[in-house]
Structure formats: C-alpha cells, structure tokens
C-alpha cells in the first residue's frame, strides 16, 4: 500500500495537469452583454466601439438598449441615425431615431443637421434648409451646417434659372455667398467654398469677384490639374484668351473641342 500511494498521487497530479492544459486551450468566453438594468453608459461606451470598428449590427442592437433605458437623452438616438445613414442609407430609421431625439432635446446641433440630410436626400430642399439654418446655432453648434445651406442656394439658383426666374435666381446665389463667406469664416478656407463662390458670385454677374474665389481655388491645390482648367475656362467665358490659355498649360487639360452642328441627312 505504502508503495502504491506515490503512485497514486503522481497519477492525480498528472491527471490535474492534463486537466489544466486542456481547459487552457479553449478561448475564455467572451463577457456578458450588460443587462437591461445597467446604466446607459455600458450600452454607449461598446456601442461607440463598435461604431468605430464598423459593426453596425453589433453597435445598433447596444443603442437601442441605450435607448430603452430610464431617462435616456439624445445620445442614443443620434447614433442610431448616424449609423443607419452610414451603413445601409435608410432614411425612414434615420428620421424615426431623429424625431426621437429632437423630442427630448429639440434644440440639439448635431441632430438638427442629421435631420437636414435626412430631408436634403429626400427631395425637401426648403425644410432642408430651415433646419441646417437651425443648426447653426444649435446645441452644439454645426459650422459645417455653412456650406450644406450654400449648396442647396446653388441647387436653387439653378432650378430658378432653368425656369426662367431671374430674381428666383438672384436671390438665391446671394444666398449662397452669404453661406459660403459664413463657411469660410467658421472653419478656415476649403476647395468646395472657393469653387461654390466662384460659382455664386459668376451667377450675381460679379465677376471680380468670381475670379478671385477661382484664384483661392487654385491656391488651395496649387500642384491640381482642376483648379487651373476651371479658371481657363472661366477666363473662356468671359473673353480674355491669353490668360485661358496661361490657366490651360498650366493645367495640362486640354480646351473641350466645339462640335460643329450635323448636318440634315439626306
């Protein structure tokens, strides 16, 4: 007997270790998702997460529990929208999150301006606009809510030109200088400022003024090819051919070739 319990307890000790081993090589189970009475901030810290690594599946099913917690603010909401315009475009759960979080907080900055793309995509260019302009001066504030309102004025411009409403016209391109010089002001100079100034002011009949912001342009992206043939064509446009032709070499682009009409088959 004396001689068999050495044995017995090598034995054990090798059964342990083999024990050990195998647990060791299973992968330790991922912790528990919290549960539905834990604070919102252990729904919204993974949510982030996983926002960042692009699980939108993953960070969506956190926001919504986010979302039914006790007092939930905007937050939730904001993030749902935000992904759901980023990951699969759906604009009826963008605006149902959106109408949610204006709901608890109606002045909230980023929510408007999520709520103006959602109407900008739709076609509602008006309410579009009302609610960039809200922005603006939300809770935070959107400064880039600047440039949507100047593009949207271009979009306006154009559509009032095309049916022959000049002062339509008018209006609307000042609106958009305005918008742009308000963007260019908040956040620093930017290639879409500059090029939508030129085309604004172009628009006013400025063209001082329009050549300028294409001369901006081309000093934002001084090593661009496009910046140069925009400013060639302008210089076109408005009949000054030595300086159109400086802007083309320059460019590298060539001018577009005049099609001459066909001629009637016989």
Request: proline share 8%.
């Amino acid at each position: 007997m004396k001689r068999l319990l050495p044995c017995l307890l090598l034995m054990s000790a090798a059964c342990t270790t083999g024990t050990d081993k195998r647990a060791d090589a299973h992968p330790t189970p991922p912790p528990a998702a919290p549960d539905a009475g834990a604070p919102q901030q252990d729904f919204l810290t993974p949510a982030q997460a996983a926002l960042t690594a692009g699980e939108h599946a993953r960070a969506r099913e956190l926001l919504r529990s986010a979302a039914a917690q006790p007092g939930a603010g905007a937050l939730p909401f904001i993030l749902l929208a935000e992904s759901h315009l980023s990951d699969d475009g759906d604009l009826v759960a963008s605006e149902k999150a959106l109408t949610e979080a204006l709901t608890r907080e109606p002045q909230n900055g980023r929510a408007l301006f999520l709520m103006a793309r959602v109407r900008e995509t739709q076609g509602r260019g008006a309410e579009a606009e009302e609610l960039y302009v809200k922005s603006v001066t939300g809770n935070p504030p959107q400064p880039d809510a600047h440039e949507r309102i100047g593009s949207l004025a271009l979009w306006q411009a154009a559509l009032a030109r095309r049916a022959g409403d000049e002062d339509g016209a008018v209006r609307a391109y000042a609106r958009a200088v305005s918008a742009l010089e308000a963007a260019r002001a908040a956040s620093g100079d930017k290639p879409a400022y500059a090029l939508g100034e030129a085309q604004a002011r172009e628009g006013l009949g400025d063209v001082a003024g329009a050549e300028a912001a294409l001369k901006r342009l081309v000093a934002l992206s001084p090593e661009a090819t496009e910046p140069h043939a925009r400013l060639a064509d302008f210089y076109e446009r408005h009949g000054e051919p030595e300086k159109a032709r400086k802007e083309r070499e320059l460019s590298g682009v060539a001018a577009p070739r005049k099609l001459r009409p066909l001629k009637p088959s016989r």
